[in-house]
């Protein structure tokens, strides 16, 4: 029998109690912590392979070397969600190996082609940025302990990974010519995809556990406020174009669009004009993205090989 109702847990953790393990959770609490272990453990272990394909595009092998540290470190953010999942009773050689592809839980962004140096630093410079939004606000606030303890070492990775995006954004800007326009192009598809990383607006959403268990701190939009605050000054000053502008008299960045909007992935195009409803947004998400099966195949090959290397 679990030690509190669900009401009386929601009240202790909203008071600072932190839960260390199975018997101070309820059921939806344990539900709701196995959600969010997933999408971060997914995430994470998904651009390592959506990283590595530009990886090999670097510009020198410093570079590449640099590059290669950050797949590393991504993999072992992977490795820190998937164990504490472990701990919760998930299967993780099922949830990394015998998953059908489709039921990863990663953001659409990472079934997307990254396959240039300009899109591999935008990447890192929006979805990193994502991801520190997303997981700073989960270290502030989270109620549990393993993983706030887990996430000191990924913030500080983390960090790293977007100090290198927006350096080199900033060079290749600096740099003008094709270096400029390949950054451009990139942002054209990769910046709505940011916008659409935090999911539905908050007054479409219907589940709140996460933020009744205090699991995290922050909102949907409350967060994508959050990136798109440190995203749209760093685009605006060194002139490239997104569809989002900084307002003074709200201070805040407000979209030149209506969330949400339909999407080319053979194109990668947004049509920002063009509306849909959320549920095709989900249904966009369930089908994945172009380069999902290979993604995940890649990371699977990988370990299959090195076995059958051992055995032989």
């Known amino acids: 029998m679990a030690r509190f109702t669900d009401e009386e847990l929601q009240r202790k953790v909203q008071e600072g109690f932190i839960v260390e ?22 995430t994470e272990l998904m651009s390592a392979p959506a990283y ?3 990886t090999k595009d670097a510009p020198s092998t410093n570079t590449m070397v640099s590059a290669t540290a950050i ?39 990472f079934d997307q082609p990254i396959d240039n140096w300009a899109a591999l630093v935008c990447a890192h410079a929006l979805y990193d940025r994502a ?4 997981l700073g606000d989960v270290h502030r606030n989270t109620s549990y302990g393993p993983l706030k303890r887990g996430l000191v070492k990924v913030g500080m990775e983390e960090n790293f990974h977007l100090r290198h995006g927006e350096v080199w954004v900033r060079r290749l800007a ?35 556990a996460q933020l009744d268990f205090r699991l995290k701190g922050m909102t949907n939009d409350q967060l994508r406020q959050t990136w798109l605050m440190a995203v749209v000054p760093l685009c605006e000053e060194l002139g490239f174009d997104v569809p989002a502008h900084y307002d003074p008299d709200l201070d805040q960045v ?26 095709q947004v989900f249904e966009r998400w369930k089908g994945r993205g172009p380069m999902n099966e290979q993604y995940v195949d890649s990371v699977r090959r990988s370990r299959f090989d090195v076995e059958k290397l051992l055995a032989a």
């Open 71 to 109: 797949i590393q470190d991504e993999l072992g953010h992977a490795n820190i969600a998937y164990r504490l999942l472990e701990d919760l009773g998930v299967d993780r050689h099922w949830m990394l190996y015998e998953r059908d592809p489709a039921r990863f839980k990663h953001p659409y962004g």
């Open 254 to 279: 407000e979209l030149d669009y209506e969330l949400p909007c339909q999407y080319d992935p053979g194109e990668r195009r947004w049509l920002l004009e063009e509306k849909i409803t959320w549920e």
């Open 131 to 134: 991801g520190i939004t997303l």
């Open 174 to 208: 600096e740099a003008g010519g094709h270096a400029r326009e390949a950054v451009q192009e990139t942002l054209d598809w990769m910046f709505p995809m940011g916008v659409e990383w935090f999911g539905m607006p908050d007054d479409k959403k219907r589940h709140n």
């Open 21 to 42: 393990s199975e018997e101070d959770m309820t059921e939806t609490y344990k539900k709701a912590l196995i959600t969010q272990l997933t999408v971060q453990g997914d």
């Open 52 to 54: 590595y394909t530009a």
